[in-house]
């Protein structure tokens, strides 16, 4: 048998164009054996002895050795080694071109010899997408949907291809949600769904194609999917549910898909996506609150929403989860009443339903996700509302919990909301019982540290609290700006040329309020501020120079 490989290696490699189809045919298929029997060893004979620089020559569209050839290819190409000599062959146009072929075997081996010799490179598989093959094989999905094979040769092809990002442009270009809902919809089988699934999820990334997946329908067969796999217990179900769930919630971070499945509040899927939030099954919960926020990222959505009662709904979702619940229907059903509080007619309605009551329940949670979303829902609430403001900013555990957080510097984002709160609470409310309790739980430091941020917006609100605090109880918060060297902070930030006019301006106002203390005026003082403040009397933001006048006279007055 090893003999006669050697002869066909032999016969192959002196093949010339009088060489008769016959006797190619006996040589390819001695390959094939070979290849059958130890892939990896044939293959480096195959490449030793220069066989792959004649197959271009063979892979004519109207040779009967073609898909021999094609075959050979792709059992080569299984082994990670050949796929360069593959491609420094001049393999890949010719194999580009036979996907324009009629003959159905000989398009199922082209495609897999590309999909082998692409496998796993993105710059190769960058190179089939600039060759144009993504409307050929759509084109092909579509002619030759009932031959298993190629369907599935071009499903894989197009779950490789759909992870580049260059590709998406040509997806969208084509009429490939159309052809993957027409397919969808005849499965049966778990395994050829989650086929379509794999490439239908990195497709629905992209904006264009989401539409084109709703107006397709796609979404009436996600639906159909839950609803026959919400009360299934094979893992087969579990996975299908979870993947037709998710899959839904991505087609809705688009706008103008999001926005047509809303149909101002009357669309049926809206209708069906909130039944799945009172559900039992926490994938469908997930899915729910997960979309719920999706739908409230506009404020006309949120305000329909608010007055239909969806509110009620995510509280008692929440409730169920309070006692060692699922983190992640937690974070959903937050980030939806999150969103939810969003527009100023909301906020009063999410108070009165006692949303800041459940979601305080959470603030024993140790997940850095829930503990985000809790904190930005509660500032979102608070905004401009000065009773919830003080009621909060009275909440002794809650500030304590805040000042703790604000030294999770493991985890950015819950430290920055933190302290965005702490000095939420300050400004709306107003009141001088919230700055004693801030003061006394130690937050005075933390706002110190704010106002060094690099985030103007931070920066800014931590000035507007510690003015506040020190104008309401500069006595009792004199020590904490003391330890928290505020001076030196305040002189820096005037100093600053990038530092922003409204940086500037409540700098000034605040070393105004703070001469009021003794040690903290004797630092003032010890600083120079009067250069500083001097020459922002000039300065073209109209507020800042005249903030400055006013600061400089101060200064003057009490040197």
Same mark, same amino acid.
């Given at each position: ?102 003959? =159905?075997?000989?398009?199922? @081996? ?18 089939? %997408?600039?060759?144009? %093959?993504? *409307? ?50 005849? =499965? ?71 926005? $047509? ?5 009357? #669309? ?16 469908? @919960? ?24 969806? %509110? ?32 100023? %007619?909301? $906020? ?20 850095? *996700? ?14 401009? =509302? ?53 003061? =006394? ?84 003082? #010890? ?33």
């Amino acid at each position: 048998m090893a003999d006669n490989f050697c002869e066909a290696l032999k016969k192959l490699k002196l093949t010339s164009a009088d060489s008769t189809e016959d006797s190619l045919e006996g040589c390819l298929d001695c390959l094939l054996k070979a290849l059958a029997r130890n892939n990896a060893e044939a293959s480096e004979k195959i490449q030793e002895n220069g066989i792959l620089q004649v197959f271009p020559g063979l892979l004519g569209p109207h040779s009967s050795c073609t898909p021999k050839v094609a075959n050979i290819i792709a059992e080569v190409a299984k082994n990670e080694f050949m796929r360069s000599p593959c491609v420094e062959a001049g393999l890949i146009p010719p194999l580009v071109q036979l996907l324009n072929c009629k003959d =159905q075997d000989v398009l199922l @081996q082209t495609g897999r010899a590309l999909g082998n010799i692409c496998y796993d490179s993105h710059s190769l598989q960058a190179q089939l %997408v600039n060759m144009g %093959v993504i *409307p050929t094989l759509v084109k092909l999905l579509g002619v030759h949907f009932q031959n298993t094979p190629l369907t599935e040769m071009c499903l894989i092809a197009f779950g490789n291809l759909a992870e580049l990002e260059s590709s998406k442009e040509q997806f969208a270009s084509t009429n490939i949600a159309e052809e993957l809902v027409k397919l969808f919809r005849k =499965q049966t089988e778990h395994e050829k769904k989650e086929m379509i699934f794999e490439v239908l999820a990195p497709l629905a990334e992209n904006d264009t194609i989401k539409l084109q997946l709703v107006d397709a329908g796609l979404v009436e067969c996600l639906l159909d999917v839950v609803g026959q796999t919400v009360d299934g217990d094979k893992e087969e179900d579990i996975a299908e549910l979870k993947t037709a769930s998710d899959l839904m919630v991505l087609l809705l971070l688009g706008d103008e898909s999001m926005q $047509k499945l809303f149909d101002e509040g009357k #669309g049926s899927v809206f209708q069906r996506v909130l039944s799945w939030v009172p559900s039992h099954n926490h994938q469908l @919960q997930l899915a729910g609150a997960l979309a719920i926020a999706n739908f409230a990222r506009n404020d006309g959505n949120c305000i329909h929403m608010v007055d239909t009662g969806i %509110v009620q709904k995510l509280l008692d979702l929440l409730d169920r989860h309070v006692e060692d619940g699922n983190v992640t229907v937690q974070h959903a059903a937050l980030s939806a009443l999150r969103n939810l509080a969003i527009p100023v %007619v909301n $906020k009063t309605k999410l108070l009165s339903a006692g949303v800041s009551e459940e979601v305080l329940k959470f603030l024993k949670s140790e997940m850095p *996700p829930v503990q985000f979303k809790l904190l930005g829902t509660l500032r979102m609430l608070i905004d401009a =509302q000065a009773e919830a403001a003080e009621q909060l900013g009275k909440n002794v555990k809650l500030v304590e919990r805040l000042v703790e957080w604000c030294e999770a510097k493991d985890h950015a984002g819950v430290m920055g909301e933190s302290n965005r709160l702490l000095s939420a609470l300050i400004r709306h409310s107003k009141s001088k019982d919230v700055v004693r309790t801030v003061i =006394q739980n130690g937050g005075v430091k933390h706002l110190a540290t704010m106002a060094r941020s690099e985030h103007m917006i931070m920066q800014n609100e931590a000035l507007v609290a510690l003015g506040l605090i020190a104008a309401l109880d500069l006595g009792m918060a004199e020590k904490d700006l003391e330890s928290a060297t505020l001076v030196q902070v305040l002189h820096k930030l005037l100093s600053d040329e990038r530092s922003a006019p409204e940086i500037k301006y409540n700098s000034m106002i605040l070393i105004c309020t703070v001469m009021g203390s003794k040690p903290l005026h004797k630092e003032v003082q #010890g600083l120079m501020f009067l250069d500083v403040v001097s020459k922002l009397r000039s300065h073209e933001n109209k507020m800042v120079a005249h903030q400055a006048s006013l600061t400089e006279q101060r200064l003057t007055a009490q040197s």
